[in-house]
């Protein structure tokens, strides 16, 4: 027993003398850097190793050979396909504005049921995902209320299940796999880094000359924040069978397609309430059930809609948002056929009142 006491207090010594003193200057070690292949060190190793009879260290990243590239080969890799990609979606079927858990649920959504659509996600962010890289005050886990759940089913994400809910280790894991299957569509184009500053707005035939939202305003987001110190850049457009905005809820950067909507005096009702205040049992209902075309031409998805209906804020619990986001690529897909087939139906009637006009 003496002995053991006498040991604990010799380690307690060494602990307490390589603790930094107080207002002792504190050495930090560095770490030493892997033996270079041919530098002393290496042969030092080797010959360790040798006199120990063991092999020689290798991984297999030794003797690592890169393809020969030119510079300009990447710029024109990179540079060839993005206008390209800036040609061809500058009339989508689809413009989904903002890609957090709502807008990429929309986009995996019409991947699946509508995959031939052009489909043009905008993120003014560099990193996609919006607040569904983490849970509520910076947490990791994520809370996915039931049947919410059957989305992480089909991704293969997987849960603890609590019973009415269940919990995703970490938010990241949801949000990253779920960006994974959104972007190996090819027909589903991420312009991340690229803020919508307006819409397009016009008077519709097909409504009488009522207005309707048929597109949207775009900029680099680095340049969207220089306005203030630079004049004359213009932003530039994309044209659109229909938009889905799911900005998120009012911010710096938030709900910018209802604020817009409101300026421009077409949020039904006049005024934009806000989010209402929380009642996590009340809210993913009310998102998911008001998931609608707001405006001809505009879907609203996810926190985005509780601006404008002043349902109740919910917190860090996404499940209202992947089915929202859902939801919104369904009710995208009626509005497009909606139009396809007025337009086919006036088409039809143009012919019919030429043939009578000829015969
Ligand atoms: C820190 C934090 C705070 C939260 N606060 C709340 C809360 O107050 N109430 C609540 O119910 N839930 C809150 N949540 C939960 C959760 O974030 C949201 O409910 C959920 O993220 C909303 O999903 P969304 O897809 O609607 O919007 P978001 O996840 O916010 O995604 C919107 C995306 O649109 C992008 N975007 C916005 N404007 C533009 C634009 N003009 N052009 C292009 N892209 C644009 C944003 O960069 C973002 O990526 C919070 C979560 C976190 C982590």
Not at 82 to 102: L, T
Not at 112 to 130: D, I, N, T
Not at 213 to 224: E, F, H, K
Not at 255 to 265: D, E, F, M, N
Request: aromatic share 4%; with cysteine.
């Amino acid at each position: 027993m003496a002995a053991m006491i006498s040991q604990r207090r010799a380690a307690a010594s060494v602990a307490s003398s390589s603790a930094p003193k107080r207002g002792s200057r504190v050495v930090t070690r560095v770490a030493q850097p892997l033996a270079q292949p041919g530098s002393q060190s290496a042969a030092a190793d080797a010959s360790m190793l040798a006199r120990a009879g063991l092999p020689p260290t290798t991984t297999p990243y030794d003797n690592y050979v890169f393809a020969s590239i030119r510079e300009a080969e990447v710029n024109r890799a990179m540079t060839r396909r993005y206008f390209k990609d800036m040609d061809e979606f500058a009339e989508s079927d689809v413009v989904i504005v903002g890609a957090g858990s709502a807008g990429l649920a929309c986009a995996y959504e019409l991947g699946k049921v509508a995959p031939h659509l052009k489909v043009a996600l905008l993120e003014q962010s560099v990193a996609p995902g919006g607040g569904a890289w983490l849970g509520g005050q910076l947490f990791s886990a994520m809370v996915v209320r039931k049947p919410a759940h059957l989305m992480l089913d089909e991704l293969e994400v997987p849960y603890e299940d609590e019973g009415h809910y269940v919990v995703v280790r970490h938010a990241a894991l949801l949000t990253s796999t779920l960006m994974s299957h959104v972007l190996k569509n090819p027909n589903v184009k991420l312009f991340n880094a690229t803020a919508v500053e307006d819409l397009i707005v016009k008077p519709d035939p097909q409504l009488g000359g009522a207005r309707r939202v048929a597109g949207v305003v775009t900029n680099w987001s680095l340049v969207a924040q220089a306005h203030g110190t630079q004049s004359c850049m213009d932003p530039n457009v994309i044209e659109a069978g229909v938009v889905v905005s799911a900005c998120g809820h009012d911010g710096p950067f938030g709900a910018t397609s209802v604020k817009r909507l409101a300026r421009l005096g077409m949020v039904p009702g006049g005024e934009v309430p806000g989010m209402g205040a929380l009642d996590m049992e009340a809210a993913e209902g009310a998102i998911v059930g008001g998931t609608r075309e707001v405006v001809p031409g505009m879907v609203l998805a996810g926190m985005e809609l509780a601006e404008v209906d002043g349902s109740p804020r919910m917190g860090p619990t996404f499940g209202a948002m992947i089915v929202s986001g859902r939801r919104a690529a369904h009710v995208a897909l009626a509005v497009l056929e909606k139009r396809r087939k007025v337009a086919a139906g006036a088409a039809a009637a143009a012919a019919g009142k030429e043939m009578a006009a000829s015969a």
